[in-house]
């Protein structure tokens, strides 16, 4: 009887079966990465709506959001109708100005504006009484939708018109 030093073929298979669920595991969780870059920024961007809805509820005044699809950046500010000057409102948590660009946030780097319109423009506006109106302060006659993108993983954010309710698809 010989002394064989090497590896048994039940060895070598359990190895290759492991290092192909590693590798299964590796790439799914490599592309669901796509999918949770876009996901977390269409939820931000719908709860910056809602915000935007909400303090034009609360404070009595017209509140919105424009998009920069050039530049992949929205912004969040008030709106004075009697002037039509759109002043950027202060993010609550940081104090700094309500600008929003995904390159900056951990996680959401590279997803891009790739459109937005409100009724063939690209600012939506909430009326005293929470009603969705376009950069001409008319009211919404359909929805109005964002597009986000990143690597070819989109998600829309809609804005119904009369309603103002935000959904993500």
Known sequence: MRNERGFSLVELVLVLVVTGILAVSAISAYFGAEDNRVDGAA?????DLA????TALTENGVFGIAFD???DTYTVHEFD?????E???ANTLTQQAAVTDFDNI????GVTIQAANFGGTQTVRFSSNGTPQDDNEADLAAQGTVVLNHSGVTRTITVQANTG?????
Do not use: D, F, H
Request: proline letters at 7%; a positive charge.
């Open 43 to 47: 939820k931000r961007l719908a709860s």
């Open 106 to 109: 951990p996680g959401m780097e």
């Open 81 to 85: 109708p009697a002037t039509a000057v």
């Open 69 to 71: 699809t050039v530049n």
């Open 87 to 89: 002043t950027t409102i």
């Open 51 to 54: 915000y935007a809805r909400q």
């Open 165 to 169: 309710e935000i959904n993500i698809q």
